[in-house]
C-alpha cells in the first residue's frame, strides 16, 4: 500500500464552484499534513499545513480525519488561477523526510 | 523570491557530457533534499542530506553523484546520463523534525 494515496482526478469545474477532494495515508501514527500547489512545469509551494482541528485560509479549507487516516481540502469559490495539482504531503513518524502524493489535477473553467 | 535557489534553470546535455546541479539555501535550514520529476509523475527522492550527512540514497544509479559541502549547499553531479534521466529536478530544504519543504524553482534538464 503507498504512504499517501489521491485521487489524480482531473477535477473540472466552473467558476464559483466549489471542489473537494480527499488523500489517504497508510501510517497511523503520521504526526504533520500539508497540501501542496504545483503548477504546470513549477516547483511544489507550501499552500497550507493541516491540524488536527482543521483549518481554513480564504477560499481554501483543510480537514484532518485520523480515525480514518485522511485529510481533505476544499477550495470555495474557485478562480481560474486555482487550476494546478494538489499534492497530499504527510510526514511519518520519527523521520524528517516528508511522504509525497502523486496529486490531484483541479481544472477551473471559464 | 523563493529561500531556495536553483541552477541552471535550463540544462541540456549530451550523454556524454558532465555537468552539475546547484541549490543554495539561506533560510537556516538543516536538512537538504535531491528530487526527481519526471512527466506526469510522481515525485522521486533521491538524496537526503541532514547536518551535511547523506543519509539516504534511494538507489539512484552511480551516474547521479551528490555533494554537501555545507549546510547551505548541495550539488548533483551528473554524468553519462540516459535519455530516460530528462526530467525536473528539484531541490528542497527543511528543518529536521516534521516540518514543510521549501523547494527551489528546478532545473529541467533534457538528456540528448
Known amino acids: 500500500r503507498k504512504e499517501v494515496e489521491q485521487d489524480p482526478g482531473p477535477f473540472n469545474v466552473p467558476e464559483g464552484a466549489t471542489v473537494a477532494f480527499n488523500c489517504t495515508y497508510s501510517n497511523s501514527a503520521s504526526q504533520s499534513f500539508f497540501w501542496y500547489r504545483q503548477d504546470c512545469r513549477k516547483e511544489p509551494k507550501l499552500l497550507m499545513s493541516?491540524?488536527?482541528s482543521g483549518n481554513e485560509d480564504g477560499r481554501f479549507t483543510a480537514q484532518l480525519n485520523r480515525a480514518s487516516q485522511y485529510i481533505s481540502l476544499l477550495i470555495r469559490d474557485s478562480k481560474l488561477s486555482d487550476s494546478a495539482t494538489y499534492l497530499c504531503v504527510v510526514n511519518p513518524p520519527n523521520d524528517y523526510k516528508l511522504s509525497f502524493g502523486a496529486g490531484t489535477t483541479v481544472t477551473v473553467r471559464a | 523570491e523563493t529561500g531556495v535557489t536553483q541552477t541552471p534553470r535550463h540544462l541540456v546535455m549530451g550523454m556524454t557530457n558532465k555537468k552539475s546541479l546547484k541549490c543554495e539555501q539561506h533560510l537556516g535550514h538543516n536538512a537538504m533534499y535531491w528530487y526527481k520529476q519526471s512527466a506526469k509523475k510522481p515525485l522521486e527522492l533521491m538524496f537526503v542530506y541532514s547536518l551535511e550527512e547523506r543519509v539516504e540514497n534511494n538507489s539512484v544509479p552511480s551516474r547521479f553523484s551528490p555533494e554537501c559541502p555545507n549546510s547551505s549547499h548541495l550539488f548533483l553531479h551528473l554524468h553519462t546520463l540516459q535519455p530516460e534521466d530528462s526530467a525536473l529536478y528539484l531541490c528542497?530544504?527543511?528543518?529536521?523534525?516534521?516540518?514543510?519543504?521549501?523547494f527551489g524553482s528546478g532545473t529541467r534538464l533534457t538528456v540528448v
Open positions: 493541516v491540524y488536527s
Open positions: 528542497a530544504s527543511s528543518r529536521t523534525g516534521g516540518y514543510g519543504y521549501t
